[in-house]
């Protein structure tokens, strides 16, 4: 009896203390339903909440006492990458004590390259990597026999979205799905990934030009897996609802006909 309360309150403490993710957001850049950072900003703060976490965000990096108190950054801005030197510091001391991000779409893009591919596991090089719009396939991908925990139980799908390739791509990086450019020759890209350095997590999603994506019940469970994934939560389906769990495999599930 004893040994059982105890586990339950073991249970409980290691579960007690909510998420806490901050949104960094940007300004809208796009023609109507693209590139809708701010919505995505004040949506998924009210959402994220909603499920238990702790939520913050902003059109602008957290601040250092921003960071302090974050175990998450999402990111979802029109080149978010581009960071002053304060900013890459508070980057550095974020990720040195184990802090995760999820980086969407165009929070790739950023001026220094090779800092944000240092970080992140890969970034968009001007005057290299290109873009395209429309109808695109998503196909998860399994390493070493079996899917990663984030795309677990999905099935690929198509969607109307756009696809970024000829990224600056680190070999360490675990691709999580891929696409093909449509580009001459079949050639498959990755458009989700994630990459482990030091102590912290990063996961990479490139769909996201629409703001209909995130309204899949399946992309959604993916993108709230990878919020988990990063925070290193042990269950990577506390901050999903039912119905996107079951929409990873009927990934039809839920979208309007």
């Known amino acids: 009896m004893y040994r059982l309360l105890a586990l339950a309150c073991l249970t409980l403490s290691l579960n007690a203390e909510p998420l806490r993710i901050f949104i960094r957001g940007g300004e809208k850049t796009h023609g109507p339903g693209a590139h809708e950072h701010e919505r995505f900003l004040n949506d998924w703060k009210v959402l994220l909440a909603e499920r238990g976490a702790v939520t913050d965000g902003a059109k602008a990096w957290p601040s250092a006492e921003q960071f302090a108190a974050t175990d998450v950054l999402v990111m979802y801005a029109q080149d978010g990458a581009n960071a002053t030197d304060e900013e890459k510091s508070n980057v550095a001391h974020f990720?040195?004590?184990?802090?995760g991000l999820v980086v969407i779409h165009t929070a790739v893009v950023g001026a220094?390259?090779?800092w944000w591919k240092s970080v992140v596991g890969g970034a968009w090089v001007h005057g290299k990597t290109r873009w395209r719009?429309?109808?695109m396939q998503l196909d998860f991908l399994k390493a070493g026999g079996k899917p990663h925990p984030i795309i677990a139980?999905?099935?690929?799908f198509a969607m109307d979205d756009?696809?970024?390739?000829d990224l600056d791509l680190s070999d360490d990086i675990t691709p999580l799905a891929e696409s093909d450019t449509g580009e001459g020759e079949p050639q498959r890209q990755p458009q989700m990934w994630t990459y482990e350095k030091g102590n912290y997590?990063?996961?990479v999603c490139i769909p996201g030009h629409l703001y209909s994506t995130f309204e899949r019940p399946n992309y959604r469970a993916i993108l709230m897996r990878?919020?988990?994934?990063?925070?290193?939560?042990?269950?990577l389906d506390e901050l999903c609802k039912p119905e996107e769990i079951q929409a990873l495999a009927d990934p039809d599930l839920g979208i309007p006909r």
């Open 162 to 165: 756009e696809i970024y390739y």
């Open 153 to 156: 139980g999905a099935a690929s």
């Open 112 to 114: 220094d390259t090779a």
């Open 226 to 235: 990878a919020i988990a994934w990063a925070g290193k939560r042990e269950k």
């Open 95 to 99: 990720t040195a004590r184990g802090g």
């Open 133 to 135: 719009e429309g109808p």
């Open 201 to 203: 997590r990063a996961v």
